[in-house]
């Protein structure tokens, strides 16, 4: 078990922050990537769809023997997750629990916003997760929808994102907030123009905290790997891989090899 790999699954290329955040956390492990790019995005699809395709991800996983699965994607954590956890045997961990408890401990005020998609924000699933730790914590949400396609054009930086932000965040400066949690793996990429606007904001990035929990729950299976070697990674996707390879640089600021095309 130790051996095996860990499995990553997102909508497309989003959770690539999360397996950079796992390989720097945890270097000697295993991870077979899915980016599910012939669906994406999951941000504004149905519950019953998401759960539907998250399900299909982890069969595909679970066909490479991984140990664990991370759901990468906030909109399947907070939609899908609760399902996945009761129909599969291996451990199965998503981005939210972990973002709602780093933001509660680093939260002076217990005022904290999320940003997100349309689906997350909508599901209720961070105000929940951080509510039933802390019933006094003053949650402020909003969906911000732009931020993805942005990105995804590797528009991160400069004037037009600066204005975006703007747009999106400027009641959270009349709200007294100390927190603000990253609802999507996409956002760590504007991750600086954020912090210049939110100054003296502190930001919870969802994509290492779901890395650390990983670490915490391999060891309490006892499934760490302890070889001396760094970990290998193969990246399968369900759409002509060109695309995801040009954004997978700019995430990874690498360039990975191509990946397999699978259909789920």
Do not use: W
């Amino acid at each position: 078990m130790n051996n095996r790999p860990i499995g990553i699954f997102d909508s497309g290329v989003g959770g690539l922050t999360v397996l950079n955040a796992v390989t720097k956390i945890l270097p000697k492990e295993d991870i077979i990537y899915f980016g599910d790019t012939a669906r994406v995005p999951y941000g504004n699809k149905s519950k019953s769809t998401i759960v539907k395709f998250s399900t299909d991800n982890i069969l595909f996983l679970l066909r490479k023997k991984v140990k664990m699965v991370i759901v990468a994607c906030n909109t399947a954590s907070a939609l899908a997750l609760d399902y996945l956890q009761g129909i599969f045997n291996v451990p199965i961990i998503g981005v939210i629990e972990a973002g709602a408890v780093k933001a509660l401990e680093m939260s002076q005020s217990k005022k904290i916003a999320i940003i997100g998609t349309r689906s997350t924000i909508a599901s209720g699933s961070y105000e929940k997760a951080i509510v039933k730790r802390a019933k006094e914590a003053k949650v402020y949400t909003k969906a911000c929808p732009l931020f993805v396609p942005f990105v995804e054009e590797g528009i991160v930086k400069g004037k037009t994102v600066q204005r975006i932000v703007e747009m999106y965040l400027a009641d959270f400066k009349r709200s007294d907030i100390d927190v603000i949690i990253l609802g999507c793996t996409h956002y760590p990429l504007l991750k600086n123009e954020i912090a210049q606007y939110l100054k003296g904001v502190h930001i919870v990035d969802s994509a290492t905290e779901v890395a650390f929990h990983a670490k915490n729950v391999l060891a309490a299976h006892k499934s760490l790997r302890y070889e001396r070697r760094r970990g290998t990674q193969e990246f399968y996707v369900t759409d002509e891989p060109r695309g995801f390879m040009k954004l997978a640089t700019l995430f990874l600021k690498r360039q990975i090899k191509k990946p397999g095309v699978v259909n789920v």
